[in-house]
Structure formats: structure tokens, C-alpha cells
């Protein structure tokens, strides 16, 4: 199957999305993937990700949220964001009728997504991309307290030189989750998973390894009844 474009009804508005199956065969599961926060559904970080996905089996659906649709830099509240989210999610099933459904994203969206598992939505699992604990410089103003509700199965992956996310706030806010979290540190990645170049490695091989552990987490969740 070829990648397939959609116009997705929200309300009064309505979006664009792509659908791209896994290249490694028949999708295992597909990845709804929202984007961050002056990002779009097509930007680099976000191809690179799907990119990387779709070779371990991972089909995946990006989209716009509506204000980037409609070409803003603002966002919008996040109640109406996490419709956006709902309505990709929906049109996924109608169409592809997946065999396991992960909603997540990177940064911005990976935050709806997680807003969204917190208030029970129907997922096999949340794949979060450099979740954005707190605004940069600001790390009492944390965006955690939905955090302990999430149920569903969790891989999260964020650089250890990421300023919206202070390794040891995280393994401190981790302290009061239940779900089975599982906590992924790309050693000297920024917010945009980049590294320098005294590193001695790549962006790519930073990609890499998170498309690496994210197709080892897919294997071990469990099956949908």
C-alpha cells in the first residue's frame, strides 16, 4: 500500500494527514504522530522519526493541528488539540483497521497525546518524543500532574542535554507513575535530538536508537483481546 493523504473533518474544520505504511512489511501497529509546537506534520524532525519508524514496522499517520494548518504560530488550547488528535485517530481505524494503535509525537504533541492516555483514550500505547516537562529555564513550572494517570504503556525518550526536560526533575516526577514507563535518555541529544559533533556520533545515530528501542517496546506490549 502507497502513502495516502486525508482531509479530516474537526469540527467545523478540518486537517491534513498522511498515512505511510511500514516498509518492512505489514504495518505491526501504526504510530499517530502529532508534531511540535512550531513544527508541522512535515518537517524534518518529523520525517526523520517516521522514517526510521516505518523501517521497524511501525506504519505511521502525521498530521497538522489546526492552527498549522491554518498557517498560525500560535497554538491553540489544548482542549482543541486533543480533538484533532481524537479525529486522526478515528479516521486511522476506519480506514486501516490497525492491529494496535500508539498515539504520541514529538514534543507539543507528544504533550496532547499523553493528555489524551491520561484521561483513559483507547490506545495500545504513548511514544513520546522529547516530552517537554518544562519550559526552558522555568523548571518549577512543570507539566506533570496528568502524568500519574496515564494507564497505558509508555516509551519516552528525551536527550540528556534537553532544556525543556532536567534529567533529574524527570527521574523525580517518574517516582509517581504507575504505568509501565519506560524511560529512555539519548546520552548528549538537545530537544531536537541533535548532538555535537565532539560527541562523536550523528543526529541519525541518534534517530536510530530511537526507532531501535521503540521497535523492541512494540514487540513486548501485549496483544489486543
Known amino acids: 500500500m502507497n502513502a495516502v493523504e486525508w482531509r479530516i473533518a474537526v469540527g467545523d474544520d478540518q486537517t491534513s494527514a498522511i498515512y505511510e505504511p511500514a516498509t518492512s512489511g505489514a504495518d505491526l501497529a501504526v504510530f499517530v504522530?502529532?508534531?511540535g509546537a512550531g513544527g508541522s506534520m512535515s518537517d524534518r524532525s518529523m520525517l526523520a522519526a517516521a522514517n526510521a519508524l516505518r523501517a521497524r514496522g511501525f506504519g505511521v499517520v502525521r498530521f497538522n493541528f489546526l492552527y498549522k494548518e491554518k498557517g498560525s504560530s500560535r497554538t491553540d488550547p489544548m482542549p482543541?488539540?486533543?480533538?484533532?488528535?481524537?479525529?486522526v485517530v478515528s479516521k486511522t481505524r476506519t480506514e486501516l483497521s490497525p492491529?494496535?494503535?500508539i498515539i504520541g509525537g514529538r514534543s507539543f504533541g507528544g504533550r496532547a497525546a499523553s493528555m489524551l492516555a491520561a484521561e483513559g483514550f483507547d490506545a495500545n500505547g504513548l511514544l513520546l518524543l522529547a516530552y517537554p516537562l518544562h519550559p526552558p529555564g522555568q523548571q518549577t513550572k512543570l507539566r506533570d500532574?496528568?502524568?500519574p494517570k496515564i494507564g497505558m504503556p509508555v516509551i519516552c525518550f528525551n536527550g540528556t542535554r534537553d532544556d525543556f526536560c532536567q534529567p533529574?526533575?524527570?527521574k523525580r516526577v517518574l517516582t509517581t507513575v504507575t504505568a509501565?514507563?519506560?524511560m529512555h535518555w539519548l546520552d548528549g541529544a538537545d530537544h531536537g535530538f541533535h548532538v555535537l559533533k565532539s560527541s562523536g556520533r550523528t543526529d541519525a545515530d541518534v534517530v536510530t536508537e530511537m526507532a531501535d528501542a521503540s521497535a523492541r517496546w512494540l514487540h513486548g506490549l501485549?496483544?489486543?483481546r
Open 33 to 35: 504522530a502529532g508534531h
Open 80 to 87: 482543541k488539540c486533543m480533538s484533532v488528535f481524537e479525529a
Open 99 to 101: 492491529r494496535k494503535v
Open 145 to 147: 500532574a496528568h502524568l
Open 168 to 170: 533529574d526533575i524527570m
Open 180 to 182: 509501565p514507563w519506560e
Open 222 to 224: 501485549p496483544n489486543p
